[in-house]
């Protein structure tokens, strides 16, 4: 019975499959297999995009102390319907002096390699659209073609705000993919492989109270840490989003689009974040296995949709708390903290691997990612007066 | 320590964002059109004519004297003196407004016309959902919409009111003071022209 559920979406494919056996010459039968894949993911998750949207504006609301949306259905759940339509019929501009053509394809461009990379993620046991071997390769290969995208936006709008905005987006994406694919390192280290898959299984066994997520390790856990925030810098979100910047670049690289196509970018980059973020399930957070071993009978796709809200409300809890960094503190921060830390985390988990496991590997390692982050901090902070700012004239 | 205001930061928020399920004092939103705050006493939106009595046009104090009309900052009243006379809440042949029109769309709210009106006749109203389908008739408001019985701005603005009512008790009576005497002035002269009549008018 818990096999069944939990096998539910391969089982049904499978069915759907035999179906079309019938019907379809046995050449096509491979596309039919791989739409049957893909479908899922192209209604899954854009579904997901338009509920985040509202639990975001609702969070974020309560988080200020008021409502957010209440007005479209129940406790305004539906305002991703009137959002949509309202960006469905509203003018699409194009300016006067825009490349066309590019600025027609940079949304595209930004939709497309964000989907592509649901392929190798294993949503739950048996279920990767793709058992990809250099899966992650793939993903960060396919995910860094987002940046082009937003180049295309930025650079064929001819505004200056957008070309700014592009500009640091770029930077920002560039930098930040260094600590990012750093960071991951380390789980491909210590799993021998780059096959999402493989990786989810290797998190598979439980010892003692806690499972054997990579997360749970010292270099693990830098490592979990390291990634959320270069991932959090990826996707362009707060508090690193000076690429939108309302205040000063009044949207970035999007200011010169409107209706749908502005619609698209966020979809984007709310796919991109989702897909960053089963990563990070996938790399740290044991993939879709259950937290103990006694909750195994809940099927595998459940766990894998309930770490992937628990991280999106954690992301949606940082933009609701942080304020947004300055281009220069944001690059310090990439290059002068995140790297250090990402190669001292590298060494963390080399010394782990051969240390025998015990008490003492685990002092050790412990002791290789505190003291690094209490010393790095403290020398960057050196020299810097940090206090409450004085008002002269508005207090 | 490195990232320790972060953790603040997160706790302030995730306080913030408990406690307004928890605490009505938190959550200061007022739902406007389900739910609204009490108007405070001084509040102004649109100016609107006072009447006196049950017929709104035959009780207008408004005597037409386009004061208002030409202190307007920006000029959104137009009135035509009427032909005619009539008598007003004094008892005194007067002119009134035949046409008293304010552009909605024109009107700044500044409360001048009130100011400097010596009739009592034009106050501030609170009515403040004013939109209209009609973006062209639907803005000019005319004579029969401006006119507003003097009980409802006694409901509106008691404190106000009362000063004013006062102002126009003394006025009235002044008026009537002043047509006694007049009377008593002409009965006398009366007199004094025909020494035949031994018995003088009674005043009323």
Not at chain 1, 144 to 153: G, P, T
Not at chain 2, 77 to 84: G, H, L, M, P, T
Request: glycine share 6%; proline share 6%.
């Amino acid at each position: 019975m818990t096999d069944s559920l939990d096998q539910i979406f391969v089982t049904l494919k499978h069915w759907l499959l035999a179906q079309l056996a019938i019907v379809v010459p046995g050449s096509l039968l491979p596309v039919a297999s791989v739409l049957l894949s893909l479908v899922p993911i192209l209604v899954v998750f854009p579904t997901l995009f338009a509920l985040t949207t509202v639990l975001e504006r609702k969070g974020l609301g309560r988080i200020q102390n008021r409502y957010g949306p209440n007005r479209v259905g129940p406790f305004g759940f539906l305002q991703f319907a009137a959002d949509g339509i309202k960006a469905l019929i509203k003018e699409d501009l194009v300016p006067r002096a825009a490349d066309k053509v590019v600025h027609f394809l940079a949304p595209v461009a930004l939709v497309v390699p964000a989907l592509l990379v649901y392929a190798v993620l294993p949503i739950g046991r048996n279920m990767a659209a793709i058992d990809l071997d250099a899966g992650l390769l793939f993903f960060f290969a396919v995910g860094a073609a987002s940046e082009l995208a937003v180049f295309m936006a930025g650079w064929s709008s001819r505004n200056k705000y957008a070309l700014l905005g592009a500009m640091r987006a770029v930077a920002q994406m560039v930098s930040y993919e260094i600590p990012l694919i750093l960071s991951t390192v380390t789980v491909v280290m210590m799993a021998g492989t780059l096959s999402p898959v493989k990786i989810v299984e290797a998190q598979g066994t439980y010892g003692g109270w806690l499972p054997d997520w990579f997360v749970f390790t010292p270099w693990g856990f830098a490592g979990f840490i390291l990634f959320l925030i270069a991932a959090n810098a990826e996707a362009n979100r707060s508090p690193f989003d000076m690429p939108e910047g309302e205040s000063e670049i009044i949207a970035g690289y999007f200011i010169e689009y409107s209706g749908f196509k502005f619609a698209l970018f966020f979809l984007a980059e709310y796919l991109s974040l989702f897909a960053v973020c089963g990563l990070g399930i996938t790399l740290f957070l044991g993939g879709w296995h259950a937290p103990l071993a006694g909750l195994e009978f809940v099927p595998s796709w459940f766990w894998f949709f309930a770490k992937l809200l628990a991280l999106i409300v954690l992301f949606i809890w940082t933009r609701g708390t942080l304020p947004r960094l300055r281009v220069d503190q944001l690059m310090n921060f990439a290059w002068k903290f995140m790297l250090p830390l990402a190669l001292i985390n590298l060494l963390t988990a080399a010394v782990w691997h051969y240390m025998p496991s015990g008490l003492p590997r685990w002092i050790v390692c412990t002791f290789m990612v505190v003291g690094p982050y209490l010393l790095l901090g403290r020398g960057l902070l050196a020299g810097k007066n940090i206090s409450k700012r004085v008002y002269r004239y508005a207090d | 320590m490195l990232g320790e205001g972060i953790i603040k930061g997160m706790a302030e928020t995730a306080r913030n964002f408990l406690g307004s399920y928890v605490s009505d004092e938190r959550l200061t939103t007022v739902q406007y059109p389900e739910e609204r705050l009490p108007m405070p006493e001084n509040a102004r939106q649109f100016p609107f004519l006072v009447f006196d009595g049950n017929d709104p046009m035959a009780g207008l104090r408004c005597v037409g004297c386009q004061i208002c009309e030409k202190e307007c900052p920006p000029k959104c009243i137009y009135i035509v003196k009427s032909k005619d006379k009539r008598l007003d809440y004094k008892r005194q042949m007067q002119l009134y407004p035949a046409t008293f029109d304010i552009d909605l769309s024109v009107c700044m709210s500044c409360q001048i016309c009130v100011e400097v009106c010596p009739f009592e006749a034009i106050k501030m109203d609170t009515e403040f959902e004013l939109s209209t389908t009609d973006r062209f008739g639907g803005l000019m408001v005319n004579k029969q919409q401006l006119a507003k019985p003097n009980e409802h701005y006694r409901k509106i603005h008691p404190t106000d009111a009362a000063v004013s009512d006062a102002a126009l008790a003394v006025e009235v009576a002044k008026a009537q003071a002043k047509a006694k005497a007049d009377a008593e002035a002409k009965a006398k002269a009366a007199v004094i022209a025909t020494p035949v009549v031994t018995q003088p008018v009674a005043a009323t």
